[in-house]
């Protein structure tokens, strides 16, 4: 299980769920670009918020998206909701299940440092 977190910007709703499935179905670019995002954003939110098991992750979307909406139209770069996978889980995961695309981000990681 990969734990990933979302909260709303004005934390009326958060919840912890499993991103698992995005992991899963995802493509190389996408995991890349958000190991790049420091494992934080709405992505994986909004991919499995429409799945049977997401409803809570639904409503918090749902919630961000009509009571949220004035600030955000005010503001387009306020993000409504803030979700953080763990780095971690998801390290593991990868290097278990894609293992190709673990190596893809650690030797990023190494070259980023060295450079």
């Known amino acids: 299980m990969i734990r990933a977190s979302c ?9 912890e769920f499993d991103a698992t499935p995005w992991f899963r ?13 420091g494992w934080s954003s709405a992505w994986v939110a909004d991919a499995l918020e429409a799945r049977p098991g997401y409803e809570g992750l639904h409503r918090l979307i749902d919630y961000a998206a009509t009571r949220l909406r004035d ?11 803030e979700c953080v996978v763990s780095q971690p ?16 981000i650690q030797r990023r990681q190494a070259a980023s440092q060295a450079g």
Do not use: G, K, V, Y
């Open 89 to 104: 889980d998801a390290t593991q995961w990868l290097r278990e299940n894609r293992p190709e695309i673990a190596l893809m």
């Open 71 to 81: 600030e955000s139209l005010e503001d387009p770069t306020w993000a409504a909701i």
């Open 25 to 37: 179905e995802a493509d190389l670019q996408s995991i890349l670009h958000f190991a790049e995002q």
């Open 7 to 15: 909260h709303t910007a004005d934390n009326a709703f958060a919840l």
